[in-house]
Structures are given as structure tokens and as C-alpha cells.
């Protein structure tokens, strides 16, 4: 169908019901939702329709339908921007990127609309599919599987907490929390604090570990400090206490503790720093005085019964970075593209001397 008459075709249908919605108009044509969006566009810059989100109503209906402080050149356009955001998780450490994520929708006159991925790849890809046929005007994604695809998305994409693959995802701009930044500061930290001998416990299969890794490595070559185990980086995989990934890592950490060869740790997530503590201390070791620790993350590490040192990645600000390079990017497409690393924070309590 020629698009002048799909035209006609969303004309005729607004004005038989007042509004349509893309994904069924599409359905309906059997044309994709995304080529429905696309003359929902053109016929808004015509001031013939309104947009809203999903679909489309005459812009009289939208009128009276829409608040009294409304933009009254609204109609014109169509309806507030709407930015999608799909994350992983919304249990862990993703909460606070979504509320500052949030918070700069609203400030730029922009509804968020949220999903969770699961870290499933292929529903975060139905997701996507989703969110682009209901007719978000852009997208901030967590990805979990690979990301050269988002590149030739057709609306703009904002990659969070996830630095760039390689060459294929030059072109898609990303706002990710600097963990290297992080862990160096853990590791300045300590040894400020007079720690010569540090360990760092990771769960290895987590996206961030590999970069905390990084950090840690370099901070301890840079404070020229001792290495206090044949590997000073133990890894607890993605397994949980009582079982030989994780139980084995952490024995030999605290064997080491014992024997005087560990005198800090950087733990992360919080989680493994809570377990940590407990088993440091039904083995009547003195925290911070026998041994320090830092844990990665933040989201509970102040609530243990030795408040724990904990480096704090700016996670609203990251969530609100993002909607304002994805905001951008929809005024001004052929803009610079954008890299924005957000540095965390060290947040200093009992764990270490603080």
C-alpha cells in the first residue's frame, strides 16, 4: 500500500473512532508497526493528527482529552515524549537508575515507560520490538546479550552501564558508572588507611567484574603494595554459600586472613560483603582491626553491624545522564556521539577505620 493511502486509510480510521493504536493499525494493513509510526509522524508535522503514545487521535479529540496546563501547541506535535527503558533487574542495584532516569523525564516533559529484561537476551529483544511498535521516541537500555544490533534500531538508543563491545557499537551512545575509577579508589583508600595486603573477593560472571578486576589490579601496582596470595583476586563465580565455587575462594581468603597475609578486603557485591563480615566474625576476627573491608555497590552495605566502607557508583546520576544524552540525541541526530563515564564514590564507615 502506497503511503499516501495508508495515510488516508489512519485519517478515515480517526475519524470513524477518534483514535487508533500503531501495533493493531499495522496488524490490521499488514504493514510493521514501525511504518505506522512513521505516518503517524508525518501526518503530526501536518498538524492532522496527535500522537499519543502507541497511536494517534485527532488533534480536537486530543484536546479534550488532554490536562488544562497542557502545552497548546501540543496538538501540533502530537503528545509528550516517551522514552522506553528496559534494565535487567529492578530488585538490585537498578532502582536508583531508574528513579533518576525518572525524575529527568519529568523534567524535560517526557514519560518513562519501563520493562524488565530478566537477563534474558531474547526478552529484551521482544522488549525493544515492543516498546518501538507503541512508539517510544527513544530507548535506554541495560543490554544483556549482544549489542551491535541497537545501532539500526529506528529510533535513537542510549546504552547504560555497559561499556562499548568493540567497533560495531561506535555509533550508539553510552552513559556507564567507571568501576576501574571505583576499585582503584577502594584500593587508595586502604592504603591510605595503612593496608599493605589486599584481596579482592568478586563474583566473576557479574558484567562489572572484569572492570573492577582492571581497577583493583592497577591500584595495587600503583601503591606498590604487597601481593598477599599466589591470586590475590578471588573469584565466587555466580554460586552462593555452600556450594565449592563459592565456599572454596572464601576458606581461602580467610586462611589467609588468619595467617596475617590478608590485612584488607574489596568485596563485591554487597551481599558478599555482608557473608564476609559474618564469617570473619563467628571466626573472632577484629573488623577493622585484624582485617579491613570495602564492599562494591551500596545497596546495603551500610546496614550491617559493622557498617561497611563501601564504594558507591553514582547510579541516579547515571539514570539521569542517560535521559539527557537520549533527549538530546532525538533533538539533534546528527550530534557528536557520546561516551560518558560517571564516577563513583567512596562512602567511608566502621568496616575500615572510618
Known amino acids: 500500500m502506497h503511503a499516501e493511502h495508508r495515510h488516508q486509510a489512519i485519517l478515515?480510521?480517526?475519524?470513524?473512532?477518534?483514535?487508533l493504536r500503531v501495533s493493531d493499525f499495522a496488524a490490521e494493513l499488514g504493514v510493521s508497526p514501525v511504518t505506522i509510526r512513521r505516518d503517524v509522524e508525518v501526518l503530526a508535522d501536518r498538524g492532522l493528527v496527535a500522537r499519543v503514545h502507541g497511536g494517534a487521535m485527532l488533534p480536537e479529540t486530543w484536546a479534550e482529552t488532554a490536562p488544562a496546563d497542557a502545552d497548546p501547541a501540543a496538538p501540533a506535535r502530537g503528545r509528550e515524549r516517551v522514552i522506553g527503558l528496559i534494565v535487567p533487574s529492578a530488585d538490585y542495584y537498578y532502582p536508583e537508575v531508574i528513579k533518576g532516569a525518572r525524575e529527568a523525564a519529568a523534567a524535560?516533559?517526557?514519560r518513562l515507560v519501563l520493562d524488565i529484561s530478566g537477563y534474558d537476551a531474547d526478552e529484551e529483544r521482544a522488549q525493544v520490538d515492543r516498546m518501538i511498535g507503541d512508539g517510544v521516541d527513544g530507548l535506554l537500555v541495560v543490554p544483556t546479550g549482544?549489542?551491535?544490533w541497537y545501532e539500526h534500531l529506528p529510533v535513537p538508543v542510549v546504552i547504560v552501564e555497559r561499556r562499548p563491545e568493540s567497533d560495531e557499537t561506535a555509533g550508539i551512545d553510552h552513559v556507564v558508572s567507571d568501576h576501574v575509577h571505583g576499585a582503584r579508589l577502594a584500593v587508595r583508600h586502604l592504603a591510605e588507611a595503612g593496608r599493605t595486603r589486599l584481596a579482592?573477593?568478586?563474583?566473576?560472571t557479574s558484567p562489572t567484574a572484569q572492570w573492577i578486576i582492571e581497577g583493583f589490579e592497577a591500584g595495587v601496582r600503583a601503591a606498590g603494595l604487597e601481593t598477599p596470595l599466589p591470586v590475590s583476586v578471588l573469584d565466587t563465580g555466580d554460586a552462593g554459600p555452600g556450594s565449592p565455587e563459592y565456599d572454596d575462594?572464601?576458606?581461602?581468603l580467610l586462611a589467609a586472613v588468619a595467617a596475617g597475609r590478608v590485612d584488607a578486603v574489596i568485596a563485591h557485591p554487597d551481599n558478599h560483603a555482608l557473608a564476609l563480615l559474618r564469617r570473619l566474625r563467628?571466626?573472632?576476627?577484629?573488623i577493622p582491626g585484624d582485617v579491613a573491608i570495602v564492599a562494591y555497590d551500596d545497596e546495603v552495605a551500610g546496614l550491617?553491624?559493622?557498617?561497611?566502607?563501601?564504594?558507591a557508583p553514582a547510579k541516579?546520576?547515571?539514570?539521569a545522564s542517560a535521559v539527557e544524552l537520549l533527549v538530546r540525541r532525538i533533538e539533534q541526530p546528527d550530534a557528536p556521539r557520546h561516551r560518558l563515564f560517571v564516577l563513583p564514590r567512596l562512602r567511608v564507615r566502621s568496616s575500615s577505620g572510618g
Request: glycine content about 10%.
Open 249 to 252: 575462594p572464601v576458606e581461602e
Open 146 to 148: 549482544p549489542r551491535g
Open 200 to 204: 579482592l573477593l568478586v563474583r566473576g
Open 282 to 286: 563467628a571466626r573472632s576476627v577484629q
Open 108 to 110: 524535560r516533559n517526557a
Open 12 to 19: 478515515r480510521r480517526l475519524r470513524e473512532e477518534g483514535s
Open 304 to 311: 550491617a553491624d559493622v557498617p561497611l566502607s563501601a564504594i
Open 316 to 319: 541516579h546520576e547515571v539514570g
